[in-house]
């Protein structure tokens, strides 16, 4: 028999996990009919080499996520450190999220943002319930990796960069 799990309060629980630091990614697809989605997400992970996979978490109440789902295939853009106002475009409720935005559709029809440090074009491999959120799980079709440029983290509510250098 197992015992009570302890209640944990949700701004405990934000406040110490915002100790953590994150990048900030940009999930793009697009529809069979033309249809463009994204979301910005601070929760993304490579998960395995052989095969390559890597995973991120949309909340269940996200009005974006279905719509990637349904298309099946989706483009990781990883954000540059000045690419802040792309982030809040994408996390934002904005009709056409990719309106401002330069991009391009991919040869695998994915919309790849213009300008970001890092993609990762997949295939959905499939998807998990947890909790609040899905765990979503992407073979990896072809990624690149363009600029030399720091990439935007997320911290304790807040945008930064991280800055090169020696430690001691």
């Not at 009919?33 to 052989?50: C, E, I, N, R, Y």
């Not at 095969?51 to 009005?63: G, I, Q, R, T, W």
Request: include cysteine.
């Amino acid at each position: 028999m197992s015992s009570p799990k302890p209640k944990i309060e949700a701004t405990d629980y934000r406040q110490v996990l915002g100790h953590y630091p994150t990048g900030v990614c940009v999930i793009t697809a697009r529809q069979d009919d033309g249809t463009q989605a994204g979301m910005a997400v601070s929760s993304f992970t490579s998960v395995s080499l052989d095969p390559p996979l890597v995973a991120f978490f949309p909340d269940k109440n996200s009005s974006s996520w279905p719509k990637i789902e349904k298309a099946g295939r989706f483009c990781v853009n990883i954000l540059a450190a000045d690419q802040e106002w792309i982030c809040r475009r994408f996390a934002s409720k904005a009709e056409d999220k990719f309106e401002g935005v330069p991009h391009h559709v991919s040869a695998h029809h994915v919309p790849v943002l213009d300008g970001v440090i890092a993609t990762i074009e997949c295939e959905i491999q499939s998807v998990i319930e947890a909790g609040d959120h899905y765990i979503v799980l992407g073979h990896v079709l072809a990624l690149n990796a363009d600029r030399a440029r720091p990439p935007l983290l997320f911290f304790q509510s807040g945008y930064g960069q991280f800055q090169t250098g020696s430690i001691g």
